[in-house]
C-alpha cells in the first residue's frame, strides 16, 4: 500500500467507533484527502450493491431484524444485526442527503440489506464517511 494513503489520526476511527466515528454531512464533505471522494448513490450500487432478486435483498425492502428463540433465553448471537449508514455524494434537497444502508448478521456475516435511503443532512450521530479513490 502506498505509504501516502496511510492515516495516522487518532480521531479516525474504522472499526471502534465513538463521537468521532459519526460526522454530519457538513463534515462529511470535507473529510475525503485529495484523490477521493464520496460516492454518490449510483457508484455506491455499482461497487457495493448486489443482484435484488429475493425479497429480503431487495434494495428497496426494510432490514429484516431476525430475533429468535433459539437458545434457552430466548436469543442468540446468530441473531445480531449490525447496520451502517454511509453518506452519499447524492442531494434530495437542501435538508437532505441520500446515504447507503447496509446491514448484515454478526455470526454468519451474511448481508440482509443494501440500498439508499434518504437521510437528514444533521442527522447526527448516526452516519459515517466512506471515501473513495478517483478514477
Known amino acids: 500500500m502506498d505509504p501516502n ?3 495516522h489520526d487518532d480521531s479516525v476511527s474504522v472499526i471502534a467507533y465513538d463521537e468521532n466515528t ?17 460516492p454518490d448513490t449510483t457508484e455506491f450500487m455499482k461497487k457495493f450493491g ?15 431484524w431476525i430475533y429468535g428463540t ?5 436469543c442468540s448471537g446468530f441473531n445480531t444485526i449490525h447496520a451502517d449508514l454511509f453518506w452519499s455524494g447524492t442531494e434530495k434537497d437542501s435538508d437532505t442527503q ?13 448481508i440482509k440489506v ?5 437521510c437528514p443532512k444533521d442527522l447526527y450521530p448516526m ?3 466512506m471515501c473513495v479513490m478517483d478514477e
Not at 24 to 33: I, N
Not at 50 to 64: C, G, K, Q, W, Y
Not at 70 to 74: D, I, L, R, S, T
Not at 98 to 110: F, G, H, K, L
Open 5 to 7: 494513503l496511510v492515516v
Open 22 to 38: 459519526f460526522v454530519t454531512y457538513e463534515e462529511a464533505k470535507a473529510f475525503c484527502p485529495k484523490g477521493f471522494h464520496i
Open 50 to 64: 448486489f443482484a435484488t432478486t429475493l425479497r429480503e435483498f431487495r434494495n428497496d425492502s426494510p432490514i429484516i
Open 70 to 74: 433459539e437458545f434457552a433465553y430466548g
Open 98 to 110: 441520500y446515504c447507503y444502508e447496509t446491514s448484515m448478521r454478526a455470526v454468519t456475516m451474511d
Open 114 to 118: 443494501q440500498r439508499i435511503i434518504e
Open 127 to 129: 452516519v459515517q464517511v
